[in-house]
Each structure stands twice: as structure tokens, then as C-alpha cells.
């Protein structure tokens, strides 16, 4: 283990150290490990699919609402269109909150 000076009060401080022990500042950033990077990238996947998901179900729900022929097809329509939606949400919302506190869990400290 190698004594490196401070750059602010030139105290010698471990090259390990993340701060100065004696004036508090920053020497070195801390790095995510490579099981955080991964739970971040997961996150980020995550979201992007999950959006491309909801954005895909709305043009197809909008497609069987306009070919339907009656009412009741109609109504059915918009029926399992609002469930679908409230299903894809609630999916997203649980695997964020899962995969977010993962990703607060892992984060450098």
C-alpha cells in the first residue's frame, strides 16, 4: 500500500483511500462491480422492452377496435384493451420496483 499526498492540504493518505481523512475530499470515484453494471443494464432493457411492449399493444388493440362490426365487439374491444393496459402497467411497475432496488442495492458506496 502506497502514502500518495492530497492535492488540497498535501496530508499523505492511503492510494486506497476514496478521501482525504483529514480535509474530506474526494480522491478517487467508486466503480459499480460488474454484477451492478449488469442489474443497471437488466434495468435499463427492462424498461425500453416493457415501453416497446405497451406501444406495440395500443396499435394492435387500435386495429381490432376499428374493424369491429358491432357494439358489443366494440365494447368487448375496449373492455379487454383497458385490462390488457392495467395488466402491462402493473407488470411494469412491480419489475421496476424489483429490478430498481436491486440497482440501489448494488450501487458503488
Do not use: H
Amino acid at each position: 500500500m502506497a502514502m500518495i499526498q492530497c492535492p488540497e492540504c498535501s496530508n499523505e493518505v492511503s492510494d486506497q483511500a476514496m478521501t482525504c481523512s483529514k480535509c474530506g475530499i474526494q480522491l478517487r470515484k467508486p466503480t459499480r462491480s460488474f454484477f451492478g453494471k449488469l442489474i443497471k443494464f437488466l434495468f435499463i432493457a427492462f424498461n425500453v422492452v416493457m415501453a416497446l411492449w405497451l406501444f406495440s399493444y395500443f396499435g394492435s388493440v387500435g386495429d381490432s377496435y376499428s374493424g369491429s362490426a358491432s357494439d358489443a365487439e366494440a365494447v368487448g374491444t375496449a373492455i379487454g384493451g383497458s385490462l390488457g393496459t392495467g395488466i402491462l402497467l402493473f407488470l411494469w411497475a412491480v419489475g421496476d420496483l424489483i429490478l430498481g432496488l436491486f440497482v440501489l442495492f448494488t450501487r458503488p458506496k
